[in-house]
Nanobody, 118 residues
Framework: VQLQASGGGLVQVGGSLRLSCVPSGRTFSMFEVAWFRRVPGKERERVAGIDWTGGSTYVADSVKGRFTISRDTAKNTVYLQVNSLKPEDTAIYYC????????????WGRGTQVTVSS
């Protein structure tokens, strides 16, 4: 499964973006899809996840209240709505997917850069 992440960009503090993740070759059925971010010099952080089939979601405490993960089953797309952006949100954001029965994420997109300017 190849994943395509998009929607990143340069925004000012307090701004918003909507990131999208689309798979090629199949649907997200039976997958858990997550958004991670990586800041140079820091560990990769999982910021949000969603069970495609049941719709249950996870959002990291560090972004709770500002980030929302959702899915559009008709468009076979997972979104990450990022609001009230802060400079520390600057990172490359990756979407990843795994079978719901597995622990590790096996499929990764290339990432989309989010830069928040102050």
């Amino acid at each position: 499964v190849q994943l395509q992440a998009s929607g990143g960009g340069l925004v000012q503090v307090g701004g918003s973006l909507r990131l999208s993740c689309v798979p090629s070759g199949r649907t997200f059925s039976m997958f858990e899809v997550a958004w991670f971010r990586r800041v140079p010099g820091k560990e990769r952080e999982r910021v949000a996840g969603i069970d495609w089939t049941g719709g249950s979601t996870y959002v990291a405490d560090s972004v709770k209240g500002r980030f929302t993960i959702s899915r559009d089953t008709a468009k076979n797309t997972v979104y990450l709505q990022v609001n009230s952006l802060k400079p520390e949100d600057t990172a490359i954001y990756y979407c990843a997917a795994k079978w719901i029965t597995k622990r590790d994420y096996d499929f990764w997109g290339r990432g989309t850069q989010v830069t928040v300017s102050s």
